[in-house]
């Protein structure tokens, strides 16, 4: 079981950033995939960015290429989104997502199946 906890979200108008972190504790496999999805109101969960504990795995949803960066600090176990530019079609929960099946390794990375290991989320909203 991997515990996580996201922190960073806010509201921030159109063309601004902010920074997601997701702390991750509990067991830790050596290599495994972390995810960011996000929920827009009234809408499915749907993948953001992802990346493997390894480095590899790093995939973005079209209509965040170019904005967002994934990153991590592995010796804290932390999980990070940096967006820029943002909108507000952005606008929405944000959750990070553990799989230790290395689904971020593959074209499946997106969706929610397969994730066993969810946040609490946080929210951005994105205004005009």
């Known amino acids: 079981q991997v515990n996580l906890v996201e922190s960073g979200g806010g509201s921030v108008q159109a063309g601004g950033s902010l920074t997601l972190s997701c702390a991750a504790s509990g067991s830790t496999s050596s290599r495994y995939c972390m995810a960011w999805f996000r929920q827009p109101p009234g809408k499915e969960r749907e993948g953001v960015a992802s990346?493997?504990?390894?480095?590899?795995?790093?995939q973005y949803a079209d209509s965040v290429k170019g904005r967002f960066t994934v990153s991590q600090d592995n010796a804290n176990n932390t999980l990070y989104l940096l967006m820029n530019s943002l909108k507000p079609e952005d606008t929405g929960m944000y959750y990070c997502?553990?799989?230790?099946?290395?689904?971020?390794?593959?074209?499946?990375?997106?969706?929610?199946?397969?994730?066993?290991?969810w946040g609490q989320g946080t929210q951005v909203t994105v205004s005009l």
């Open positions: 997502a553990a799989d230790k099946t290395l689904l971020c390794l593959t074209p499946a990375w997106g969706r929610t199946k397969g994730y066993t290991n």
């Open positions: 990346i493997a504990t390894t480095g590899e795995g790093i």
